[in-house]
């Protein structure tokens, strides 16, 4: 029986959104921005800053800096907490932390953050993929983003830090169908597509 389900999705899918959806019907609880606030807490920063750092990967040069400030801190005897050393490996260290808790809890959905590596052992999680044809992710992320913004340009972006996220921390191919137990078009639409997952967390057709 499944107890956790973990959503991967392509940026401007509404993959997020299905999430919700998953959980609202389970009755489950959802990680995606609270995952974000329970790092936080732990970590003893503001929401803000480990938002910044949530699912990015930072460039090779600034993680040399930040392991040398690591080292500095230690061996001036300086907790790196008080050290006010957060970055963007720290994040996934902690949101991994966040997530194996909750994945022994049971009954949540998590949104992201390679939750199906981190989870990929265990036989009571579902994970899933959603994604969409181009145009419509296009047409998604133009209505909810500034006018300002090249939505082509966000969704390519996006999608390239959460592939970078994926096998800078796991060593895993984020669209390696072999990840997952399903492959879902958003394009479905949010109803018949959480329904899909939850009948599947239910086993429902199954003999």
């Known amino acids: 029986m499944f107890k956790v389900v973990t959503v991967a999705r392509e940026y401007g899918s509404g993959g997020g959104i299905i999430a919700r959806a998953v959980a609202e019907k389970l009755r489950w609880n959802l990680l995606d921005r609270a995952l974000i606030r329970a790092v936080a807490r732990t970590a003893q920063v503001d929401t803000d800053t480990a938002e910044r750092y949530d699912e990015h990967v930072e460039p090779w040069w600034q993680r040399f800096h930040r392991a040398g400030v690591w080292s500095a801190a230690i061996m001036a005897g300086i907790a790196p907490i008080d050290a006010q050393f957060f970055d963007a490996a720290t994040m996934a260290a902690l949101a991994r932390q ?25 036989e009571d999680v579902l994970h899933v993929f959603i ?71 239910r086993g429902v057709g199954q003999p």
Do not use: F
Request: with cysteine; charged share 20%; net charge positive.
């Open 98 to 122: 966040v997530m194996l808790k909750a994945a022994a809890r049971g009954d949540c959905v998590i949104v992201g953050r390679g939750a199906q590596c981190a989870l990929q052992g265990r």
């Open 131 to 201: 994604g969409a044809p181009w145009a419509e992710r296009v047409g998604r992320v133009r209505a909810g983003a500034p006018s300002s913004q090249d939505a082509e340009e966000l969704i390519r972006v996006t999608d390239h830090e959460r592939a970078s996220y994926i096998r800078n921390y796991y060593g895993c191919d984020w669209k390696n169908p072999h990840l997952y137990h399903m492959m879902i078009g958003s394009q479905l639409g949010t109803e018949m597509a959480s329904w899909t997952i939850v009948n599947a967390v």
